[in-house]
């Protein structure tokens, strides 16, 4: 099976077509959160996240523009956008977001693979670095965890006494690259698709992954996209700047 991971898109839908259009082939796919918040498209991107498929789990920013979570922990511009979102869902989408499950969600089709947007421990957890990796990579029976929320596309392995973190390596920072990682047997892993609509890496193209359970291969790729029209659109519902200017750099 072939599972396409996509993650954090935030409400840009310029950066989740180019995505779809970049993606080799796959079976399903599994969304793992922030479908909203940042962007301008947050109706539209829903639309199209739910004819992609329906396998989902919540991101803060869809508990935040639902009320499911305080903005109290949300910086200024990330305040912002919550709140805008909320007033421009239509009410369908308001409900569904809203309903999103919890994670972490075992995936369906693929055994021992689990789906959370921050960490098995707690879903809004930032996984960061190795050290905020090792509690779940040890404690967790899962082997396989798909993650999101920190928009670093890459990831994590302990492997008896190995413990530590990767990134994929690419060539360009303008052009449609992939880069594929092995799995190995005996192995526990926390890996991150990367963001499609908001990558803070500093690579500004979009992130996504495609997992392919029989070869036991991730293969993460980087797509450019249409960012001046994901900018506009952002200029023109009057959000802050800063949420379109920040998207060239990929901070």
């Known amino acids: 099976m072939r599972i396409l991971l996509l993650s954090d898109i935030h409400a840009n839908l310029e950066a989740l077509e180019a995505c779809m259009a970049a993606a080799p082939a796959y079976d399903l796919v599994a969304n793992l959160g922030d479908v909203v918040g940042y962007g301008a498209s947050p109706n539209e991107v829903i639309d199209r996240s739910r004819e992609l498929g ?43 977001l809203h309903s999103l499950p919890q994670g972490p969600l075992p995936l369906e089709g693929a055994l021992n693979v689990h789906l959370v947007h921050g960490s098995p421990n707690d879903e809004d957890m930032y996984v960061v670095s190795i050290g905020d990796a090792l509690v779940p990579l040890l404690a967790e029976p899962t082997p396989l965890t798909f993650f999101g929320h920190t928009h670093l596309q890459g990831g994590f392995f302990a492997n008896g006494h190995n413990a530590d973190g990767f990134r994929p390596e690419y060539k360009t920072v303008g052009k449609g690259e992939s880069f594929s990682f092995q799995l190995k047997p005996s192995t526990r892993y926390m890996i991150n698709p990367g963001s499609v609509g908001q990558p803070r890496d500093g690579d500004w193209r979009a992130a996504f992954a495609l997992f392919d359970t029989e070869a036991q291969v991730v293969h993460f790729h980087r797509t450019p996209y249409n960012l001046k029209a994901a900018q506009d659109r952002i200029f023109a519902a009057n959000l802050p700047p800063r949420l379109a200017t920040r998207l060239a750099a990929g901070r």
């Open 54 to 96: 329906k396998i989902f789990v919540r991101g803060n920013h869809d508990k935040a523009a639902t009320g499911l979570l305080e903005l109290d922990d949300f910086n200024p511009l990330a305040a912002a956008a919550a709140i805008w979102t909320r007033e421009q869902l239509t009410p369908e989408h308001f409900e569904w």
